[in-house]
């Protein structure tokens, strides 16, 4: 039995558990190479699309899929992108012949009666399956916080959070800021109170990942030792931008509105000036 996982889309939270339980069962888990496909998406979607074909590839059994959305549905914001409210079907139109799906939820705080489902599907052995989760559930505890660079100028960074986790995506925007003696500030938060912070800005959002994002900006906003925010998209696609604008509007530091793979060079000047002086 092979299954294949994927690396970012809030892989940190809850891939740890799932590697170590699915081993557990006897089940080989593969992982491939993070590269980006060509093709007209965000970066994370191309990265995913790439590490999809890559494990169809191999002839995986079964596909491990987050629930990013904890089963929420909502057409505002992130709901209006397939991407952010359903893997599966979202990549069912990539890939036809898709392996079949173990979808999973990305908060760990909602695992063990999917772990259970799946260790039975996988094995057909209840007994083997309780005994592989009593040797890992001390994986269901939540990751440590990534630590925040020390540096000058902190700059407050919001983003969704699939970005945000990602050490790839923070190394990048240490190296752009740096040049301009700005230091990026991550919020944190653990998701749960991020998505308090962002339902008290009352605009009506449900989704958890768009809360969490929400929640960055108003906390960020709060924090003393932030000099600035900047907003950072993955692509220029509608919804993200857009919910970031509402949450700026909200926000009353200086601010910037950023998209990856493009030149943040007059931007970064521009901020830096209002912080710097």
């Known amino acids: 039995m092979r299954v294949g996982v994927i690396e970012g889309f809030l892989s940190r939270r809850y891939l740890g558990f799932w590697e170590g339980f699915l081993r557990e069962l006897g089940v080989e888990v593969l992982k491939v190479e993070r590269q980006a496909a060509p093709l007209p998406f965000c970066r994370p979607v191309q990265e995913l699309l790439a590490q999809v074909e890559a494990l169809k590839e191999k002839g995986v059994d079964y596909l491990l899929l987050p629930d990013l959305q904890g089963g929420v ?10 991407w952010l409210l359903d893997l599966e079907a979202a990549l069912l139109r990539y890939f036809p012949g898709l392996p079949p799906v173990l979808k999973v ?11 259970a489902e799946i260790g039975q599907l996988l094995t057909q052995n209840p007994m083997l399956a309780h005994r592989a989760l009593d040797r890992t559930r001390r994986l ?5 916080p990534l630590k925040n660079p020390q540096g000058p100028g902190p700059v407050g ?4 959070p699939y970005l945000v986790e990602d050490p790839a995506f ?8 740096a040049p301009h003696g700005l230091t990026p500030y991550f919020a944190d938060l653990p998701p749960e109170k991020l998505r308090e912070e962002g339902a008290r800005l009352g605009l009506g959002v449900v989704l958890p ?9 108003h906390y960020l906003d709060r924090l003393g030792r932030v000099r600035a925010l900047a907003y950072i998209a993955s692509y220029a696609c509608p919804p993200i931008p857009g ?15 950023l998209t990856l793979g493009e030149d943040w060079n007059e931007a970064l000047d521009t901020l830096r000036r209002a912080v710097l002086g």
Do not use: I, N, W, Y
Not at 157 to 160: E, I, T, W, Y
């Open 73 to 82: 549905e909502s057409e505002k914001g992130g709901g209006q992108c397939p």
């Open 140 to 144: 269901l505890l939540p990751p440590p």
């Open 105 to 115: 939820p990305a908060d760990l705080a909602h695992t063990l009666g999917r772990a």
């Open 243 to 257: 919910l970031m604008r509402k949450a700026a509007r909200r926000a009353g530091k200086p601010k910037v509105f």
């Open 157 to 160: 960074v919001v983003a969704q």
């Open 209 to 217: 990942t768009d809360l969490e994002l929400l929640g960055q900006s």
């Open 170 to 177: 923070r190394k990048e925007v240490a190296e752009a800021f």
